[in-house]
């Protein structure tokens, strides 16, 4: 995460070069050669060497220029171009997916099933992750179900595809095969350095106490899920009511990163329960139907379908659950468990645990 942010913070500051040919040696790049050792390209960085020397110097250069060469990026590797910068988020990101797979793949091949009603959904997810960075999103339906960690139609057209451009003739689709994982692994792992298996990423959810993981719901659909550890137990019981009462929950915002958060950690005004990942906003899809925030509004209540209703007064009735569009300011698209109000010194402890990952 805080290694993704350094990219991202110095696009924003309208590309990194000016940024880091500076004299001293500077921490966002010594992050930065932290991420480009992560993402594998070490030998480059002569990181035995020379490490995170600060410095945007030939071994950086070095770097860079390899990713390019990967990724059909014409450039010389003196500057971080936009180009570039988006490139490497979008493969930072799936980093963590590449080398989770990798690594079941290796230790526990001969136990995981990865198909229709398989319970390892968080590898089909990042199945699909890098599936859409392989250019399969059209086939996956991207846009509509993401990374959801079910391996429906979508998904073995996705895989069909590929074992035609592989030229994995006689493999089959409806499971996701040793062959065509293998296949799929090269061909995304090619667009990062050698070393990519070598160096896991740093996980959100570390020994010191940071703790923010991805959730993965057999109801949840939309936006990525991040929340804190601690958040779980009630995400699962929000995706349990949702199947209950037949609808899906489309998330739309998760945990959200303070971007006042630098290292120290300063309370804000507003102690938001998201900021803690402790919340979800969302829209509820319903059989024939669609609930957005004017839909749910309170005062629409007696319009709503059977099923939004069981399942917005399955989460009032909860012990720990709330729903927003109880608030005195009515927010009908918020779910949290009141961690803010229950124990502010709680919040505390966890906005720090999780915006420090
Ligand atoms: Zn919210």
Redesign the pocket.
Known sequence: MSNLSVVERLKEAGMMTNVLRVAQPNADLKEFQTLMNEMGFGDQLNWEVNADSGFYDEYCIAAVQEFCKKNDIEADGTEITEEIGERLIILYESLDELQDLHEAWQEDKNEIELKEGSTSKALISSFQTIMNDLGYGKQLNWSKYKNDGHYGASSIAAVTAFIADAGLEGEDPTFISDTVIQAMMVKHGAFYGKKWMDNPKQEASSSDGSTLTEFIGVNFQGKKVLADDLFLPELQKIDKYAGEFGIKIHVT?SFRKDANVKGAIVTPSKM???MAGH???MNIVFPGGWANSAYLKKSNEANWHDSVKGFIDAIRDDETLRW?GDFNTE?P??I?DGLNVRSREEWKARFAATQLT
Do not use: E, K, L, Y
């Open positions: 915002s938001s329960n998201h919340a979800i906003d927003g927010d698209v918020h949290d």
